[in-house]
């Protein structure tokens, strides 16, 4: 199976610091790679797909850059709804595995 | 709107059966990939199973091999994940997903399921 790494596993931060989450992959998965965000109480949502790509109606300040094994998900300027666990999730190959997560907290 | 449904969660004993449903609307149910994916108490998401449009085809995490079985019915827009032998880390909330290109873009509400005597 592949494993992702990431990290931290925990942030303290304040409203409008930059945010940088990193995610290694054990194999190349190309830009095999997508980021949720994940609330309590509700289903995850997909922020990035394909490494870099922001869907419809996902605000500009997330972004995903990275290929091959290291990739790295940016808030540009933390906002209150942000508060969350931020995962990546690899779909080179099955099982599709995800990072064991990063918690957003306020600092 | 593109809304799945879940239902069919609950407290069952170790050893037990629970069938999980997951009814689609919004969208041409058959012509996507299903998956499903679980969140155990204080521990990240885990990718579960998955089933091609058609129902042919299916692949599982090693860990549920042999005991659970995902499905569907295309005539009722709705997927199935059947889980025999259940075990107590088994319990977690559990989501099914739709599976665009490449990624989850709709997500089930979640069914909680407790494995416990």
């Known amino acids: 199976d592949i494993q992702m790494t990431q990290s931290p596993s925990s942030l303290s931060v304040s409203m409008g610091d930059r945010v940088t989450i990193t995610c290694q992959a054990s194999?190349?998965?190309?830009?095999?790679l997508n980021w949720y965000q994940h609330k309590p109480g509700t289903p995850p949502k997909l922020l990035i797909h394909?490494?870099?790509n922001l869907p419809t109606g996902v605000p500009s300040r997330f972004s995903g850059s990275g290929s091959g094994t290291d990739f790295t998900f940016t808030i540009t300027s933390l906002q209150p709804g942000d508060i969350a666990t931020y995962y990546c999730?690899?779909?080179?190959?099955?099982?599709?595995?995800f990072g064991l997560g990063t918690k957003v907290e306020i600092k | 709107e593109v809304q799945l449904v879940q239902s069919g969660g609950g407290l069952v004993q170790p050893g037990g059966s629970l069938r999980l449903s997951c009814v689609a609307s919004g969208y041409i149910f058959s012509s996507y990939w299903i998956h499903w994916v679980r969140e155990a108490p204080g521990k990240g998401l885990e990718w579960v199973s998955r089933i091609n449009s058609d129902g042919s085809s299916a692949d599982y995490v090693e860990s549920v091999k042999g005991r659970f079985t995902v499905s569907r019915d295309n005539a009722k827009n709705t997927a199935y994940l059947q889980m025999h032998s259940l075990r107590v880390e088994d319990t977690a909330v559990y989501y099914c997903a739709r599976i665009g290109l490449a990624y989850f873009d709709f997500w089930g509400q979640g069914n909680m399921v407790i494995v416990s005597s």
């Open positions: 999730q690899q779909f080179e190959k099955i099982p599709y595995t």
């Open positions: 194999q190349d998965i190309s830009e095999h």
């Open positions: 394909d490494a870099s």
